[in-house]
């Protein structure tokens, strides 16, 4: 294990500079990873480190970061385990951009989840944080996220409906439904109900979280 705590996000010089290069960039989940609230900020740092640690039990040699978003975890799992390969997509090619600057160890793409372009068992690990809550068929994506893994997927979506009741709690959101979700969630699993949709495709060997997010780990079946 190389690094015990996940390093902030808003320090690191390839990071640094994409964000200057992102001054009229939008996306949820940039602003999510640069918002200056101290107390979100405590949450998504407590939150890389609990993913971090999820992967680094496995060891992987490589690892895909699937709709890797402005490579914020990617960085993170690069400082930890600095000898993995790392290859990570987004269907966002701005994104891709803004990872691919501040990762220039790492290998990204533009690509969907649902036709990955990866043969069958490419990757030891693959990771995929925060994406499937957003996808309007997320079985077809995590049969794609299972295809393309030697040994493991470690996936993480909000924790409903603690999330949703977080965000009204500090007033965003009220007029979203359900309240305080964010606008693009198409799915709302409770831990249980995603520990079961996981095990469709994959033997769940961890079923845990960090407020407000559920971290599931799923072994292959091969």
Sequence with gaps: MANATAPSPRTGSGLDRAIEAAEDYEASNYRKHTAGNPIQRRLIDRFHRAIGERVAELAPESFLDAGCGEGFVARMLLTRLPAVRLVGFDFNPRAVTLAAGANPSAGFATASVFHLPFRDASFDVVGCFEVLE??????????ELARVARRAVVLSVP????????????????DV??????????????????????????????????????????????
């Design 177 to 222: 439904r359900p309240r305080g979700s964010d606008p693009d969630h198409r799915q709302f699993w409770s831990r249980a109900a995603f520990g079961a949709f996981v095990a469709q495709e994959l033997d769940v060997v961890w079923l845990g979280g960090s407020f407000p997010w559920t971290i599931c780990v799923g072994r292959t079946r091969r």
């Design 159 to 174: 924790h409903e409906p603690l999330f949703c009741w977080a965000n009204a709690a500090r007033g965003k959101n009220w």
């Design 134 to 143: 957003h996808q309007p068929e997320p079985l077809a994506a995590l049969r």
